[in-house]
């Protein structure tokens, strides 16, 4: 599986960005998609996750009311609506893949990476 993320950049504290994740190759429905992000020196972060089989989603709390995570099925694209942003939110953004293990936010379950794409929150 491969993973290619895009929509990050530079917004002022209460702005908006959509990230979104073009996956390729095979992806079974007993899969899980979800998204990390990771400052500089720290260790990943799980911040939302969304099942293939049956679109179950898991928010981490830091985030809950604020990202959205969603799925286009026919592109096979992941999304990542953040609202209301703060400082707090700067990161590198990560999506993953993996076969679904019950752990949605922890990141020894996902074994495809992105490159990951930046976003900065002033």
């Known amino acids: 599986v491969q993973l290619v993320e895009s929509g990050g950049g530079s917004v002022q504290a209460g702005g908006s960005l959509k990230l979104s994740c073009l996956a390729s190759?095979?992806?079974?429905?007993?899969?899980?998609m979800a998204w990390f992000r990771q400052e500089p020196g720290k260790g990943r972060e799980g911040v939302a996750a969304l099942e293939l089989a049956f679109g179950a989603t898991f928010v981490a709390t830091s985030v809950q009311g604020r990202f959205y995570i969603s799925r286009d099925r026919t592109k096979n694209i992941l999304y990542l609506q953040m609202i209301n942003l703060r400082p707090g939110d700067t990161a590198m953004y990560y999506c993953?893949?993996?076969?679904?293990?019950?752990?949605?936010?922890?990141?020894?379950?996902?074994?495809?990476w992105g490159q990951g794409t930046q976003v900065t929150v002033s």
């Open positions: 190759g095979y992806m079974s429905e007993n899969y899980i």
């Open positions: 993953a893949a993996g076969v679904n293990g019950g752990r949605a936010l922890e990141e020894d379950q996902y074994n495809s």
